[in-house]
Antibody, heavy 112, light 112 residues
Framework: QVQLKESGPGLVQPSETLSLTCTVS????????VNWVRQPPGKGLEWMGT???????DYNSALKSRLSISRDTSKSQVFLKMNSLQTEDTAIYLC??????WGQGVMVTVSS | DVVLTQTPPTLSATIGQSVSISCRSS???????????LNWLLQRPGQSPQLLIY???NLESGVPNRFSGSGSETDFTLKISGVEAEDLGVYYC?????????FGAGTKLELK
């Protein structure tokens, strides 16, 4: 069945770069796009960006200067990198196939 | 960016009661391909979001048919015909017609 699982560091220093991995199973990245969405504690959802099945990407303009999404199809992995982190980037980061299948999310805290 | 305004922010219901949630968009969500990419998701406490309805009125596989969606252009409604205990949580509308994709602020469904 379709599964997605996020992984990465739970704590990142301010001004540092966040690197997250979304490992998928049950489908091919060359057939479906994957979204990254984040949710600050107690707040709503924010779409960050999408990597499409052809490898092209779309980003939220509010994050575009800091954000990069890539993939390794041979490993069924999608990567998120975001630089210059600030405390307001503290959130649960989720990957999703379309918006029908979601990972469990990974909590990232930005703090010194 | 498209702003989605959900009302009410909080909804108190008894088991078996029918309720509706409104989602109004700051611009038409009718895409040039003829589809309207307005989705409804439910986030239960401590869980990832779950897709309920896609493209205004299409029930996602496995979702009970007490959920229904309607609307067009800028006004959309999610109806639950007979609330059950498992329906409690926060409901989000989201649009994927215009980049960046955006979410409403959420409607929290509580038991009365």
């Amino acid at each position: 069945q379709v599964q997605l699982k996020e992984s990465g560091p739970g704590l990142v220093q301010p001004s540092e770069t966040l690197s997250l991995t979304c490992t998928v199973s049950g489908f091919s990245l060359t057939s479906y796009g994957v979204n990254w969405v984040r949710q600050p504690p107690g707040k709503g959802l924010e779409w960050m960006g999408t990597i499409w099945n052809d490898g092209s990407t779309d980003y939220n303009s509010a994050l575009k200067s800091r954000l990069s999404i890539s993939r390794d199809t041979s490993k069924s992995q999608v990567f998120l990198k975001m630089n210059s982190l600030q405390t307001e980037d503290t959130a649960i980061y989720l990957c999703a196939r379309g918006f029908a299948h979601w990972g469990q999310g990974v909590m990232v805290t930005v703090s010194s | 960016d498209v702003v989605l305004t959900q009302t009410p922010p909080t909804l108190s219901a008894t088991i078996g009661q029918s309720v509706s949630i409104s989602c109004r968009s700051s611009q038409s969500l009718l895409d040039s391909d003829g589809d309207t990419y307005l989705n409804w998701l439910l986030q239960r406490p401590g869980q990832s979001p779950q897709l309920l309805i896609y493209s205004v009125s299409n029930l996602e596989s496995g979702v009970p048919n007490r959920f229904s969606g309607s609307g067009s252009e800028t006004d959309f409604t999610l109806k639950i015909s007979g609330v059950e205990a498992e329906d409690l949580g926060v409901y989000y509308c989201m649009q994927a017609t215009h980049a960046p994709y955006t979410f409403g602020a959420g409607t929290k469904l509580e038991l009365k």
